[in-house]
């Protein structure tokens, strides 16, 4: 097993190019397609880190950081646990903590980018299932027998749903966790949905590196699948955060973008 050095995600074999990396959302470095391992990403230090971040809710992350560097989350409940959008590495120390916090039932990523090692991780938590959006399958670069497709709305967990309203990728994906942020809801929106650094509004794009947006259409369409969720926080991939009032600030930035794209606001240009 190979691990994309751009991306973090793991491959079967070594190939020409990565993929992911290639496609017109992503990038390949100017130096050319680079692969690594685990051990090697060991060797020069980097690390698992476990982080709580609310009452049942974890931060799964590296040190320094592999590919885009991702956090990913643990939701536990007394069902089980899911493990959400998983690092492009792990080591023993971080999976015995993963462990340690309850029985992973399954492991799900938002959308391609987020794939990781999501294989490894799941061998190392003792076979978990890794549900694969059905639509997004051909990105898969590490096939296994852990990987099962999904697709629409599945209840993974009591009170935890995944939902596919597509977007950034076509199976592109997000979690609502209902009993999260002291029951007022916590929405995790992938590269779906990404909260702005000013941490009061999101948005959408089909490539945040290379600046490719969405039309009006998608992101009307991409915020009223979430509008059935009830949430008042929303958390991001990389340990962005909409502290409260995330769902309207959605609605809200929903409405911004499309008026820009539409030509609401050229007045200003």
Do not use: K
């Not at 039309?215 to 915020?223: C, D, K, P, Q, Y």
Request: charged residues 20%; aromatic residues 8%; hydrophobic residues 40%.
């Amino acid at each position: 097993m190979r691990i994309c050095q751009t991306c973090g995600v793991e491959h079967a074999e070594i190939v020409d190019v990565c993929a992911i990396c290639a496609d017109e959302r992503q990038w390949v470095p100017a130096a050319g397609q680079q692969w690594t391992s685990l051990e090697e990403l060991a060797a020069a230090g980097h690390r698992t880190q476990v982080n709580e971040l609310e009452p049942d809710l974890f931060g799964v992350s590296v040190e320094p950081r592999v590919g885009i560097g991702q956090q990913s989350h643990l939701v536990r409940t007394p069902a089980g646990n899911l493990l959400w959008d998983v690092t492009g590495y792990l080591d023993d120390d971080g999976a015995r903590r993963v462990r340690e916090l309850g029985e992973v039932v399954a492991i799900v990523a938002s959308h391609p980018h987020m794939y990781g090692v999501q294989v490894e991780w799941s061998r190392a938590l003792g076979g978990v299932p890794v549900l694969v959006a059905e639509a997004d399958l051909e990105w898969v670069a590490r096939p296994d027998e852990s990987i099962r497709p999904w697709t629409g709305t599945r209840e993974v967990l009591p009170g935890v749903t995944l939902a596919q309203p597509g977007g950034h990728f076509p199976g592109s994906a997000v979690a609502h966790w209902a009993a999260g942020a002291g029951g007022r809801g916590v929405l995790f929106g992938g590269d779906t949905i990404q909260s702005n650094p000013d941490r009061s509004s999101v948005t959408y794009m089909r490539s945040y590196p290379n600046r490719i947006p969405l039309s009006a259409a998608v992101v009307e369409r991409v915020t009223q699948a979430v509008e059935v969720f009830s949430f008042d926080r929303l958390y991001d991939n990389f340990g962005g955060t909409i502290d409260t009032d995330a769902r309207a600030i959605v609605r809200r930035s929903a409405d911004r973008y499309i008026g820009w794209v539409r030509g609401d606001f050229d007045h200003l240009t």
